[in-house]
Every structure is written in structure tokens, then in C-alpha cells.
């Protein structure tokens, strides 16, 4: 156990927030965490962490040590690549959230291109509709879609995601028509519900906005699986446009409502302070940007 596994130990518990973060990004165990650390304290003669049954706090010794830490094993990673004629590398493992449906239909081309172009860096992708809780769960990196409500994050927008009313022909073939979202109340709805209830829908017109009781026949905290029954017949569905437009150029999917529009929702790569970022998650996120393009769904419903 060297002296730079130690430090690369306290840096990870402390952006992370967990001994177990810390062992997940760093492919190794929770006990050799608590060592690598205990020895760290033992070396400093002072405490780095509080440890209490519900949560880990760094000490204000350990916020002082922090940045020389961080200095050192990136200086350390500039000083290897040096003596072997390369760039610094990323290392170690990039634990991150997606929701599911972009990282399906959107984020796959940007994830392969990393693993190729960085293989040092293992990948720990959780594939979620849910919003993990970063601190608590060692995610370094989220792509977040909506307003962001933890004030200690930092966005990067990455675009907008358009959302659309839409129904299969089947379902509307014999229905009452829909003029304005008031008429929705004669319809079956099937609703997105990541935190297990939806009740309203909001459409803005020319006259302004117009928010709707639904009752919905199916909630449902995928919108892929959303898609699916929509498809099928079921019910009008509000739904991203990466799963709207090739339905409709598919003839399975229909626009209700074309005079109104559904509000589009922020989509951003989240994380903690800058500063705080590996060298891993940076190049994440370069890559991100360079191929923002990708968010910004190129075929568009008639």
C-alpha cells in the first residue's frame, strides 16, 4: 500500500461521499478504503472524516488537504505519461446516471466512442428513469433531464428535450375529436409517473397556457414502455421526440393537438464543483459537449 493509493483513496471518499463510492470508482473493496484512509490519519496525526450511522463528513482538515491531494496524483499522472512520451490518461472508474430512454436512443455513440478512445477507464452506467442521489450512490457524473432542484449541483446544458401529444391511428379512428386539451377529459391518457403519480398535463397555445386534469388508464415510469402502448392503441401519451418521430414516419403514431404545443424540458450533465471532477469525468463531459448535437433529435414530426 504506497503513499498515492492512500491519497487517491481520501479524494475519492471525499468526492464521492462514501467509503463504498469510493471503492466502486476505484475497482477495489470498502475495507481496503477504510485502510488506505486509517493509514492517511495515522501519517497526518488527525481525523479526515466523520463518521456517523447515516452519513460521512470530511473533517476541516481533510478540506484543507483536499486540493494539495488532488495536485499531487494529478501531477503524479502528468508525471507518468511524461516518462512514457504520451498524454495523461483517465483511469479508474466513471460511475454515471442516465435516464434510460436517452442513454438507449440518444447516448450510446458518445459512450462507445469513450470506452474506445479511453480503455483505461471502466464504466459504471446505471441506466435509470430515477434521479440517484450523487452523494449517496458515488455517481460522479448524471445526465438529468428537467429543472434541477439540488442547488449544490452544477449544470452544463447539453439542449432541450421537445415532447409531443401523439396517439396511434387505431385509437383515434372511432374517439371524440380533440380541438383543445379540455377534450382530453373524454380520452384515456397514459401517464408518465417516475415517482408514482401524474395528474396534470400542461399545453401552451397562442391565448397562453393551458394546464389539464388527466386520468390516466396506465401510469408508467418508462417511456419507452409508454411508447409501446401508445402504439398499440391504448391511450394518448405524451412522449420525447426520439420515440414519436419514427413512429410517425412509420404511419404508428399521429400528433394530437397540432395547434398547441407541449413545453420542452432542459436537458443537462450534472455533477458536483468543477474542481472536484476527475480526469475521467472531464473527458466524459468534453465528449459530451462536442457531441451535443446528438440531443438535438434531427427528424421532425409533420
Not at 15 to 21: D, L, R, Y
Not at 69 to 78: H, Q, S, V
Not at 229 to 250: R, S
Request: hydrophobic share 45%; charged share 25%; proline share 7%.
Amino acid at each position: 500500500m504506497d503513499r498515492i493509493d492512500c491519497l487517491s483513496a481520501f479524494v475519492h471518499v471525499l468526492e464521492s461521499g462514501s467509503f463504498s463510492g469510493a471503492a466502486r470508482r476505484l475497482g477495489t473493496t470498502q475495507p481496503t478504503i477504510s485502510k488506505r484512509i486509517a493509514r492517511l490519519e495515522a501519517e497526518f496525526g488527525t481525523s479526515l472524516f466523520l463518521r456517523t450511522t447515516r452519513r460521512l463528513s470530511p473533517t476541516r482538515e481533510a478540506e484543507r488537504i483536499y486540493e494539495h491531494a488532488r495536485g499531487i496524483l494529478e501531477t503524479f499522472d502528468l508525471a507518468t505519461a511524461q516518462a512514457r512520451d504520451v498524454s495523461p490518461q483517465p483511469t479508474g472508474t466513471l460511475a454515471m446516471s442516465v435516464p434510460s430512454s436517452v442513454g438507449r436512443h440518444l447516448l450510446m455513440p458518445t459512450i462507445l466512442e469513450f470506452m474506445r478512445r479511453y480503455p483505461g477507464v471502466t464504466l459504471d452506467l446505471r441506466l435509470s428513469e430515477r434521479p440517484f442521489n450523487l452523494i449517496e450512490e458515488g455517481v460522479e457524473l448524471a445526465i438529468r433531464i428537467g429543472k434541477l432542484s439540488d442547488a449544490t449541483l452544477r449544470a452544463r446544458l447539453l439542449g432541450s428535450v421537445r415532447r409531443f401529444a401523439v396517439a396511434s391511428p387505431v385509437y383515434l379512428q372511432d374517439r371524440p375529436g380533440i380541438r383543445d386539451p379540455a377534450d382530453l377529459s373524454d380520452h384515456q391518457c397514459i401517464g408518465y409517473a417516475p415517482f408514482g403519480d401524474v395528474a396534470q398535463w400542461t399545453f401552451e397555445g397562442e391565448i397562453g397556457r393551458y394546464v389539464v386534469d388527466v386520468d390516466c388508464a396506465a401510469k408508467l415510469d418508462d417511456v419507452d414502455a409508454i411508447q409501446t402502448m401508445a402504439v398499440e392503441g391504448l391511450g394518448i401519451a405524451i412522449l420525447p421526440i426520439w420515440l414519436v418521430a419514427p413512429m410517425i414516419d412509420a404511419g404508428k403514431l399521429e400528433i394530437v393537438l397540432p395547434d398547441f404545443t407541449v413545453p420542452s424540458l432542459p436537458l443537462n450533465a450534472v455533477y458536483f464543483e468543477p474542481r472536484k471532477l476527475s480526469l475521467r469525468a472531464r473527458r466524459f463531459l468534453d465528449l459530451l459537449i462536442e457531441n451535443r448535437s446528438v440531443f438535438d433529435y434531427p427528424m421532425r414530426p409533420a
